[in-house]
């Protein structure tokens, strides 16, 4: 969890200061991209790798599979929320002509979409984790 937020915080701010530079959609938002989805991997393998080394193999109970499936479910209102909010907002962007311009924002809005919509994922990721922990620790 902590490692999904601190990796795809540095990517949006990165491409929030590259929007800056030049006015967005430019190359190097795809290498911030890789970089970011290449370095999560890495740190997950890590991850899973120390805790899997230091860990008993045990069997999930019902309890576990119980709060996974409730942890999933708030993720997964998260993710339908803010892809329906992303969707209204393309609409939005459509109607105003695919741009931004209007507003001071010189993006095109299928950059705009993509980056809402990896918001979603990301934040939907991060509620999933967070709720596991929480409700991990209200049944103990």
Known sequence: MLTTAVIFAAYFVAVLRSLDEDGGGSPNTLGFLVGAVVLQIIAMIVIHAVFAARSKPGVSGERDRSIELRADRYGSVVLATGVVLTMLGALA?????????????????????????????????????????ILYRRVA
């Open 93 to 133: 962007i459509d109607m105003a002509g695919g741009s931004l311009e209007s507003v001071g924002v010189a993006m095109t809005g299928l950059f705009v979409v993509s980056h809402a919509l990896l918001l979603c994922l990301v934040v939907s990721q991060t509620v999933t984790s967070l709720a596991q922990v």
